[in-house]
């Protein structure tokens, strides 16, 4: 006879499809301003029930801010963290429904105009702060020729669900394995390709060792490496949330990599690429940090000969 455990692990999948369909047919259906009270009441107590996603981001918090912040400031930025997170898994059913004429009102882009919006290849990096997915949904009701780049969720119904959401406004979700040749052909057609920038990335899967907030972090070497054999310039681009339920889509800088060269060091072109973007996240993360997603363990890899009291202890 199966066990309870098997049992559990055979009826995850289903209901997760099945909670995924429901939220796409409700979520869509609740005021803007009742929305926002409920995400807000979910973030908080997320904070107080969930006690890995508490102490993990904590621990991050200590990690990067030591005693520069108080105790009191640390949790603070994490409530609203887990706010904000909410909100942007939230936002994914409810901007489902009337996409444009919600879109149009409750996130704009700044600058209205610039690099962001030309006609031509691009590596777009984000990270996991304020609400990401939103960007990709206006950059296709703007008429913008992007891809996201993205990990395979591992409940492919769920998978198949939110990549629907994710390409109603013309936006193209790309599996990250086995991506490069595809970006390759977008960007000689003028087209661009965004990441999220802000994971572990093993070694093994592409990972190089970075500074990231001040810690040794294993992150992807691929946009840089795009970016630096295709001559495609780098920009960045992140939402963030503002009073009302709204967001500011901020664009911009832009990282021009040098021309590429077969006889130059490519491996530390590439790394020094990845540093700059990593500086830039980093930047963003240190000035708005209550955005960001603490809760997660960002920090799980020890870069080999470092010491690991460096790093945060996480249960």
């Given at each position: 006879?199966p066990?309870?455990?098997?049992?559990?692990?055979?009826?995850?999948?289903?209901?997760?499809?099945?909670?995924?369909?429901?939220g796409?047919?409700?979520?869509p259906?609740?005021?803007?301003?009742?929305?926002?009270l409920?995400y807000?009441?979910?973030?908080?107590?997320?904070?107080?029930?969930?006690?890995?996603?508490?102490?993990?981001?904590?621990?991050?918090?200590d990690?990067?801010?030591?005693?520069?912040?108080?105790?009191?400031?640390?949790?603070?930025i994490?409530?609203?963290?887990?706010?904000s997170?909410?909100?942007?898994?939230?936002?994914?059913?409810?901007?489902?429904?009337?996409?444009?004429?919600?879109?149009?009102?409750?996130?704009?882009?700044?600058?209205?105009?610039?690099?962001?919006?030309k006609?031509?290849?691009?590596?777009?990096?984000t990270?996991?702060?304020?609400?990401?997915?939103?960007?990709?949904?206006?950059?296709?009701?703007?008429?913008?020729?992007?891809?996201?780049?993205?990990?395979?969720?591992?409940?492919?119904?769920?998978d198949?669900?939110?990549?629907?959401?994710?390409e109603?406004?013309?936006?193209?979700?790309?599996?990250?394995?086995?991506a490069?040749?595809?970006l390759?052909?977008?960007?000689?057609?003028?087209?661009k390709?965004?990441?999220?920038?802000?994971?572990?990335?093993?070694?093994?899967?592409?990972?190089?060792?970075?500074?990231?907030?001040?810690?040794?972090?294993?992150?992807?070497?691929?946009?840089?490496?795009?970016?630096?054999?295709?001559?495609?310039?780098?920009i960045?681009?992140?939402?963030?949330?503002?009073?009302?339920?709204?967001?500011?889509?901020?664009?911009?800088?832009?990282?021009?990599?040098?021309?590429?060269?077969?006889?130059?060091?490519q491996?530390?072109?590439?790394?020094?690429?990845?540093?700059?973007i990593?500086?830039?996240?980093?930047?963003?993360?240190?000035?708005?940090?209550?955005?960001?997603?603490?809760?997660?363990?960002?920090?799980?890899?020890v870069?080999?000969?470092?010491?690991?009291?460096?790093?945060?202890?996480y249960?």
């Open positions: 006879m066990s309870f455990k098997t049992i559990r692990r055979a009826a995850r999948k289903p209901l997760e499809t099945c909670s995924f369909r429901v796409t047919l409700l979520i259906l609740i005021p803007r301003n009742v929305m926002v409920l807000r009441l979910a973030g908080t107590v997320t904070y107080y029930v969930a006690k890995r996603e508490r102490t993990t981001g904590l621990a991050n918090l990690t990067v801010f030591g005693n520069s912040k108080t105790p009191a400031e640390k949790k603070r994490l409530i609203q963290s887990l706010i997170f909410t909100q942007t898994m939230g936002d994914i059913f409810w901007f489902s429904r009337f996409t444009q004429k919600r879109t149009g009102k409750y996130q704009r882009f700044i600058p209205e105009d610039g690099p962001y919006f006609t031509c290849a691009h590596v777009i990096i990270a996991h702060a304020g609400n990401w997915e939103l960007i990709g949904l206006e950059s296709g009701l703007r008429g913008l020729d992007v891809a996201s780049v993205a990990a395979v969720t591992k409940n492919t119904g769920v198949k669900q939110l990549n629907t959401l994710r109603k406004t013309g936006m193209t979700v790309i599996p990250r394995e086995g490069m040749r595809t390759v052909s977008r960007f000689r057609n003028q087209g390709a965004a990441f999220v920038l802000d994971q572990n990335t093993a070694e093994k899967d592409g990972g190089i060792w970075v500074d990231f907030l001040g810690m040794p972090t294993p992150v992807s070497s691929a946009p840089a490496h795009l970016a630096y054999r295709t001559g495609t310039d780098i960045f681009a992140f939402s963030q949330p503002v009073k009302g339920g709204r967001y500011e889509a901020h664009t911009g800088p832009v990282i021009t990599p040098p021309p590429f060269d077969k006889k130059a060091d491996k530390a072109i590439v790394k020094q690429l990845t540093q700059e990593m500086d830039v996240i980093s930047t963003q993360i240190r000035n708005h940090p209550e955005t960001w997603l603490w809760s997660y363990k960002h920090w799980k890899s870069k080999p000969g470092t010491d690991p009291a460096r790093y945060p202890v249960d």
